[in-house]
């Protein structure tokens, strides 16, 4: 017991969907075969650009880490998903929870600034093609990268820390598919304004600024294809954002959701779903749009 009868949480109950029979054996189904199709497409595009000297560019590099992100997001979540849907073991240590939910802050930060890194290299690209390989040289591209993965590093160290040493008074039922920021932080028995006020300027800072700079790139795009002559040159030019587009649309639409309001009210299995969206389904779509349908792939 901790000074004034608050019971310490030592483990706590991931809910999940309240699936039985043939349903739950229809969900462990249908996401053990996208879990595969998520690691073996990421894991293809990964070794792909990395052993054809054709792919060394930086558009393939800014992929590569992108599959990374998915890869390592996927294995953070589904794997224990599965053990909870097939031997209904519900229970996750809270040094595991808390594991899990630093890994979640990364790797969706990380994915947000490489979508942004993304969207500026289609700029320079289109925009100031002579320029090119000068302005996105492989210098800057590392350092692109490496500071993408090192500001996620630091935001999910500091949020996790300071959620996980604020007090739980022996709540342990975590209403969601895995532990994320706002399942969690409803289990909190102390006043968490100071808390949901920066985790938001956080959001505020990783989702809509990197969206606002991929709409102000594509906005420069636009401009500078319209100014093409060739009607063909347009539609290329344009082929090559489309992939990039959508993928920012799913991704954003159904992060923001989640992440903006931490407490907001939508219903509990609203928000598995979404969540379900962003952790399963646009890290399988995305070798599909992105490469499978690339002739260079």
Excluded at 24 to 52: H, P, R
Excluded at 216 to 244: D, E, N, W
Aim: glycine content about 4%.
């Amino acid at each position: 017991m901790k000074p004034g009868n608050q019971t310490v949480t030592t483990h706590f109950l991931l809910l999940g969907f309240d699936f039985h029979g043939k349903m739950q054996l229809l969900f462990f189904m249908l996401i053990s075969v996208m879990f595969l199709a998520i690691l073996i497409g990421n894991s293809l595009i990964v070794v792909i650009t990395t052993i054809d000297p054709f792919l060394h560019t930086p558009m393939y590099y800014f992929l590569q880490n992108l599959a990374l992100t998915e890869i390592c997001y996927s294995l953070s979540i589904v794997p224990k998903m599965l053990v909870s849907v097939a031997l209904e073991r519900k229970i996750i240590s809270f040094s595991a929870c808390a594991l899990q939910l630093s890994c979640v802050i990364l790797f969706v930060t990380c994915e947000c600034f490489l979508l942004g890194a993304m969207a500026y290299d289609r700029q320079v690209a289109i925009c100031h093609p002579l320029h090119y390989t000068t302005m996105m040289n492989k210098d800057r591209c590392c350092k692109m990268a490496i500071g993408s993965w090192m500001s996620s590093v630091s935001v999910a160290l500091g949020f996790t820390t300071w959620l996980f040493t604020l007090p739980f008074c022996g709540r342990n039922k975590v209403d969601h598919l895995f532990c994320d920021v706002s399942p969690v932080l409803k289990l909190v028995c102390a006043d968490t304004a100071l808390f949901e006020l920066l985790i938001f300027i956080a959001v505020v800072i990783i989702v809509m600024i990197p969206f606002s700079l991929i709409a102000i790139s594509y906005l420069h795009i636009i401009h500078a294809v319209l100014q093409m002559p060739s009607a063909v040159g347009q539609r290329r030019a344009f082929s090559t954002c489309a992939s990039h587009l959508v993928v920012v649309a799913l991704f954003y639409s159904t992060a923001g959701i989640i992440h903006l309001r931490p407490k907001s009210n939508l219903s509990s299995n609203v928000k598995k779903m979404v969540s379900l969206s962003y952790t399963v389904v646009t890290p399988i779509l995305n070798p599909i749009i992105y490469s499978l349908r690339n002739q260079e792939v």
